[in-house]
């Protein structure tokens, strides 16, 4: 195709998992931010619009909407204590959309696919930090092998779509996202979104804030507004099948413990902070080299942790009632 041609050609992106977290923050940065460029159409899917682990509800959503390119974003999702009560669910589950999206895409004829996979999908025993080139290197850590090998296997299908048929399938591999519309349940979330809602509960009824596990594991967290400038930048320009880890730098990481003094600070808690350490840690640390990301976005800024801490708390409590939880 020629520049004119191309530059002219419709671009309608689908935009699957488009009512979860990453979706809704897609979503303002394209419809609040202006992000939307000139010819392009979005379309924002939910479950209510069609089961993905469904091949023909999948088929048909594609084929009502004929997008040109996709951001893969459903997925069966949730924190470590869900995780490891549902490997099996996580398993099968994502298998089937991830399988039912990318073969419904290569179908239609969808130039171009972003999935998301996912910094906990990585070895367990690993050396650090850990980068792109390492995700099929030994076993995931056994609390979520079933979402882990689902994840690990988009980047295999992207792989077969080249290989067999030139796509350019690329995945995206995000560290632990937090931000407004998260699912702030605490016994199925993830730990950041979880931990607001505890000392949200904790300030009203005037008890201590409990955190689950030692404080000690680290985590490098990612706003949800951030990702969506990213994943915007990987749709149109990235030229990898390769994945690319989305990630603030190693030396942004965070211990929980950190993490929760910041909860604490930004919902002004006044009470105590103790430890459950009867309740498992997880993986100690997973931290990632962003230098793949830097190489190509030198100057990319990320929104400081305490300003986007003290949003999402602000969105929060602002939107209690509504809020997934
Ligand atoms: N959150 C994180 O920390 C994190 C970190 C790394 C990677 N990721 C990845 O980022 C992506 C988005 O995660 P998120 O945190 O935004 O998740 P989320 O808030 O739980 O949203 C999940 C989305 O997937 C949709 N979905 C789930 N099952 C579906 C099905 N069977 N058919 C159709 N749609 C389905 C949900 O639709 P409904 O709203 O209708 O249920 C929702 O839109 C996922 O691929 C996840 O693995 C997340």
């Not at 995780?83 to 999206?101: A, E, P, T």
């Not at 390492?134 to 980047?155: E, L, Q, V």
């Not at 699912?183 to 950041?192: A, K, M, Q, R, T």
Request: contains cysteine.
């Amino acid at each position: 195709m020629n520049a004119q041609a191309e530059r002219s050609a419709p671009v309608r992106v689908l935009v699957t998992g488009g009512s979860g977290l990453v979706g809704r923050a897609i979503r303002h940065v394209v419809e609040e931010e202006g992000a939307s460029k000139e010819g392009e159409e979005w379309i924002f899917l939910s479950s209510k619009d069609a089961d993905l682990t469904n091949k023909e509800e999948t088929r048909a959503v594609f084929e009502k909407h004929r997008p040109t390119h996709i951001i893969h974003l459903a997925a069966m999702v949730g924190g470590l204590f869900r995780n490891m009560k549902y490997n099996l669910d996580f398993w099968r589950n994502n298998v089937s959309i991830n399988d039912n999206v990318l073969q419904a895409a290569h179908q239609v004829g969808v130039v171009k696919v972003v999935s998301c996979l996912s910094t906990c999908i990585f070895p367990d025993k690993t050396t650090y930090p850990i980068n792109e080139t390492m995700i099929h290197n030994g076993p995931p850590h056994d609390s979520n092998f079933g979402y882990a090998y689902a994840k690990r296997m988009i980047d295999v299908q992207n792989k077969g779509y080249f290989q067999q048929h030139g796509r350019c399938y690329t995945a995206v591999i995000p560290t632990n996202v937090f931000g407004p519309h998260d699912n702030f349940s605490i016994e199925d979330g993830h730990v950041l979104p979880g931990l607001i809602h505890k000392a949200y509960i904790a300030q009203k009824e005037g008890k201590p804030l409990v955190v689950w596990g030692s404080g000690s594991p680290r985590r490098q967290f990612i706003y949800s507004l951030d990702l969506a400038r990213l994943f915007l930048w990987v749709l149109r320009e990235y030229p990898e099948v390769e994945p690319i880890i989305l990630s603030v730098g190693e030396e942004e990481e965070v211990s929980i413990r950190e993490a929760a003094d910041a909860v604490v600070e930004s919902l002004g808690f006044k009470g105590e902070v103790v430890y459950d350490t009867s309740k498992a840690d997880g993986q100690f640390k997973k931290t990632a080299s962003n230098s793949k990301l830097r190489r190509y976005l030198p100057s990319f800024k990320f929104t400081p942790f305490h300003q986007a801490l003290k949003e999402t708390c602000d969105w929060f409590v602002a939107n209690y009632d509504a809020a997934r939880k």
